[in-house]
T-cell receptor
Framework: NAGVTQTPKFQVLKTGQSMTLQCAQD?????MYWYRQDPGMGLRLIYY???????DKGEVPNGYNVSRLNKREFSLRLESAAPSQTSVYFC????????????????FGPGTRLLVL | KQEVTQIPAALSVPEGENLVLNCSFT??????LQWFRQDPGKGLTSLLL?????REQTSGRLNASLDKSSGRSTLYIAASQPGDSATYLC????????FGTGTSLTVIP
């Protein structure tokens, strides 16, 4: 099993450009998450999807949109990239729907490093 | 809003030493706490998960404790090895996941 995969691994954008970060998991998990990691800030939740067809905002959703394409895939879109969105983006998944989650491990992808000039 | 703090931000120890990493959180209404390891340029790997009703969990040379009432958790690493060098993050789950900023550990051979 590949677990959680993310593409691309690294991307450079100019301010105002758009792009979509892709995430896929092959563990038949229900819930998927997008985080960003910035120096000194820890990981912060951007959006999550408790199940196919549902998405909810996390702590820092502004400037992002998400799509839960199917049970496997959860994409993150930057419509008009800004330098403040320079970060490392992680996708994660867990088996349960988040409302019922009490103690399952989150599985993380390797991350996408995004630089916005 | 939940705030999760990890002290120290960086730690350097000689090989073989026992060490303790600290995690504190402001809201004790959590379901569980997890400790993760992150290697440079990589994602996070779960090390230990403690349910809110538990006091500690052990896995090999790692022992994590939880004092929910005081908002504290510790990760104890016994007989440290150079391969333990990584960043260690704690995360709590209440209504969503909140992560600390991590402790960067270097074990010197």
């Amino acid at each position: 099993n590949a677990g959680v995969t993310q593409t691309p691994k690294f991307q450079v954008l100019k301010t105002g450009q758009s792009m979509t970060l892709q995430c896929a998991q092959d563990m038949n998990h229900n819930s998927m998450y997008w985080y960003r990691q910035d120096p000194g800030m820890g990981l912060r939740l951007i959006y999550y999807s408790a199940s196919e067809g549902t998405t909810d905002k996390g702590e820092v959703p502004n400037g992002y949109n998400v799509s839960r394409l199917n049970k496997r895939e959860f994409s993150l879109r930057l419509e008009s990239a800004a330098p403040s969105q320079t970060s490392v983006y992680f996708c994660a998944s867990i088996s349960s729907r988040v409302s019922g989650w009490r103690g399952e491990t989150q599985y993380f992808g390797p991350g996408t490093r995004l630089l916005v000039l | 809003k939940q705030e999760v703090t990890q002290i120290p931000a960086a730690l350097s120890v000689p090989e073989g030493e026992n060490l303790v990493l600290n995690c504190s959180f402001t809201d004790s209404a959590i379901y569980n706490l997890q400790w993760f390891r992150q290697d440079p340029g990589k994602g996070l790997t779960s090390l230990l998960l403690i349910q809110s009703s538990q006091r500690e969990q052990t896995s090999g040379r790692l022992n994590a404790s939880l004092d929910k009432s005081s908002g504290r958790s510790t990760l104890y690493i016994a007989a440290s090895q150079p391969g333990d060098s990584a960043t260690y993050l704690c995360a709590v789950f209440g209504n969503q996941f909140y992560f600390g900023t991590g402790t960067s550990l270097t074990v010197i051979p």
